[in-house]
């Protein structure tokens, strides 16, 4: 996750120093424990839902759930929150106290992770691979 928002423009710490902004962030595990939906834990709305297919009827109802947690404004105690420390650089992609979600992508060789800032789908390459 570090080397996907150091791409966008951050530098993420666990620590704090003087320049640094705490963000808080919501996310949604994989089987295997890693991140796979990563949003702000101030977002109103499920936007990380624009990543998902909903072609199923599992899947609407999986959706639909999502969407009623947020609506309850449960989401902070359903969902893993983690807080760290980011540190701005020079070349931003996107605003990291405002609304944006990520989408880590498939493990593999071709790894890109998506992110949404509510106005552009930023596609971020995770390895060499999906560099070129």
Request: proline share 3%; net charge positive; glycine share 4%.
């Amino acid at each position: 996750m570090e080397n996907i928002f150091t791409k966008t423009g951050y530098i993420i710490s666990n620590k704090t120093k003087a320049n640094h902004i705490k963000v808080s962030s919501l996310q949604i595990n994989n089987p295997d424990g890693s991140p796979r939906w990563i949003w702000n834990a101030s977002n109103k709305k499920p936007i990380f839902l624009k990543f998902y297919n909903i072609g199923s009827v599992r899947a609407a109802i999986f959706a639909n759930l999502i969407k009623l947690v947020f609506l309850l404004r449960l989401q902070k105690f359903v969902f893993k929150n983690e807080a760290f420390y980011i540190e701005k650089t020079e070349d931003i992609l996107f605003d990291f106290t405002k609304t944006w979600a990520l989408f880590t992508g498939t493990k593999g060789p071709n790894n890109k992770a998506i992110l949404f800032d509510t106005e552009n789908f930023i596609k971020i390459a995770n390895t060499i691979n999906a560099e070129k």
